[in-house]
């Protein structure tokens, strides 16, 4: 019923930037909580940076100052500014988003990945 969409990644130079965008639809629904992961090659899916129902937000230790995530709930959409990229920030980058939508029988909760994008960092 709600389906997230990832876009905005590429290959980029270390020390770049770039923003990635992740955008909710489907039926009636109400997001509590969205977050951005990250799957390096070879490794598991990791938080990267999470955003609570009251927008307060959370980071990993190796993001912290040079990600920024942020949401445009008119749009029902997730932002990941990612500023002074390094090499090991590449990854396939997933949008996560949890809540509830409406059905027949009532509001019933939901949790839905995006399909992910392609970060590349490299000279």
């Known amino acids: 019923q709600v389906q997230l969409v990832e876009s905005g990644g590429g290959l980029v130079q270390p020390g770049g930037s770039l923003k990635l965008s992740c955008v909710a639809s489907?039926?009636?629904?109400?997001?509590?909580?969205m977050g951005w992961y990250r799957q390096p090659p070879g490794k598991e899916r990791e938080l990267v940076a999470s955003?609570?129902?009251?927008?307060?937000?959370t980071y990993a230790d190796s993001v912290r100052g040079r990600f920024t995530i942020s949401r445009d709930n008119a749009k029902n959409t997730l932002y990941l500014q990612m500023n002074s990229l390094k090499p090991e920030d590449t990854a396939v980058y997933y949008c996560?988003?949890?809540?509830?939508?409406?059905?027949?029988?009532?509001?019933?909760?939901?949790?839905?990945w995006g399909q992910g994008t392609q970060v590349t960092v490299s000279s």
């Open positions: 489907g039926s009636m629904f109400r997001i509590n909580g």
């Open positions: 996560h988003a949890n809540g509830d939508y409406s059905t027949t029988y009532g509001w019933t909760t939901f949790h839905s």
């Open positions: 955003l609570t129902a009251v927008g307060s937000a």
